[in-house]
């Protein structure tokens, strides 16, 4: 199966966001922006090496990049131009279900987390649906932002120690207290939508072709020059990818889930060798993600 597949993909987003905490935070708020002109928005654009704007900033965050009071971050990359002419693409008009079976998990992959409750309330003629459900329990979707924050060993999810896109955030407790801020969140990415161009790069498709075997379960890395041989092997032009584009990566994780039995999926969560399978955490991926001007990557 060697095949392109471009489609337009409409995403309406019922995830949760993900902040990402860092180092110790220092004011001012923020020092250096670009000028950003709407109209004109790739003018001045900083590539990948002249990140970030400023040497007080995170290493390679994205900061300023949009102004300094933005809240989208990559998702910027969207425009009206730009979903009409991934309108223009469309040659089959299917639509093509993305989603998973809520029950799809039978434990969470975080076992901490509660499975799914589904609940069928009876009314006078009808039968509501009741669904309890941690938003993290599949699918999570981290901040679009992708170079807003970087990561260091000290990296804690718990502590105060944490900067956040062009320092919006300034305290812990507004992320964690009883009144957290809705300043960054992805309500911010629901409230601009995001349509546009989606490409699939078929990840498990050419490592079969060459012969790679990998188990999804073990935080294998796809990195770029992985991507780019998929992207060969699809046939697509080295130029393939368009400011704004979603980028979808078939990892196989699905496929390799699914063929557990359901007692391997029942336990999969507490095997402590488990990780996540996924674009690598490096600096080739982010420089290629950067360049490339896409809004958002899911893997799947
Ligand atoms: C992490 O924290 C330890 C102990 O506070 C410190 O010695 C070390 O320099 C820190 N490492 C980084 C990369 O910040
Ligand atoms: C966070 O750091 C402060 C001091 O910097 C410390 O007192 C506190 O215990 C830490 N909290 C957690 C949850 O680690
Ligand atoms: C992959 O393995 C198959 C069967 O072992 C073999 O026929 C094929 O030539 C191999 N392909 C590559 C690209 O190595
Ligand atoms: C990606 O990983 C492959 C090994 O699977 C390696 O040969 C290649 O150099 C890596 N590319 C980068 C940019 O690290
Ligand atoms: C890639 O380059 C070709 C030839 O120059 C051009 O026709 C095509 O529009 C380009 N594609 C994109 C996505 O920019
Ligand atoms: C599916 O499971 C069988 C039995 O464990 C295994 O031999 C096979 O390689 C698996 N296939 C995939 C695609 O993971
Ligand atoms: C993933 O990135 C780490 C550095 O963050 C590097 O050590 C590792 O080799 C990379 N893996 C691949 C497959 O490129």
Redesign the pocket.
């Known amino acids: 199966m060697k095949h392109q597949i471009n489609f337009l993909a409409i995403a309406s987003l019922p995830l949760l966001a993900t902040s990402h905490p860092h180092s110790p935070l220092t004011k001012p708020r923020i020092l250096t922006s670009r000028d950003f002109d709407a109209g004109d928005p790739y003018a001045n654009w900083p590539s990948y090496d002249q990140l970030p704007l400023d040497p007080s900033y995170p290493t390679k965050a994205a900061w300023g990049v949009w102004g300094a009071d933005d809240v989208q971050g990559a998702l910027n990359h969207i425009t009206n131009a730009m979903i009409l002419a991934a309108g223009d693409e469309i040659k089959l008009g299917r639509a093509i279900n993305l989603n998973m079976d809520l029950n799809a998990f039978i434990t969470p992959i975080n076992p901490n987390r509660k499975p799914l409750n589904h609940l069928f309330q009876p009314g006078s003629g009808y039968t509501d649906d009741v669904v309890v459900l941690n938003t993290k329990s599949a699918r999570s979707m981290m901040g679009f932002d992708i170079l807003s924050a970087s990561f260091s060993p000290n990296e804690t999810k718990t502590n105060c120690s944490s900067r956040w896109y062009n320092n919006l955030i300034e305290n812990f407790d507004q992320v964690v207290g009883p009144t957290p801020t809705e300043v960054l969140g992805i309500q911010q990415a629901a409230k601009k939508g995001i349509a546009g161009r989606g490409v699939l790069l078929d990840f498990a498709g050419w490592a079969e072709s060459v012969n790679i075997s990998y188990s999804a379960f073990t935080g294998f890395g796809i990195n770029s020059t992985h991507l780019d041989a998929v992207a060969t092997w699809q046939g697509l032009?080295?130029?393939?990818?368009?400011p704004g584009d979603i980028l979808l990566i078939r990892t196989g994780w699905t496929k390799q889930y699914l063929n557990l039995t359901a007692y391997d999926q029942e336990i999969l969560p507490w095997d402590p060798e488990l990780g996540s399978m996924g674009m690598n955490a490096s600096d080739d991926s982010l420089a290629w993600l950067w360049e490339k001007k896409l809004c958002a990557c899911w893997s799947g």
């Open positions: 032009p080295t130029n393939w990818s368009k």
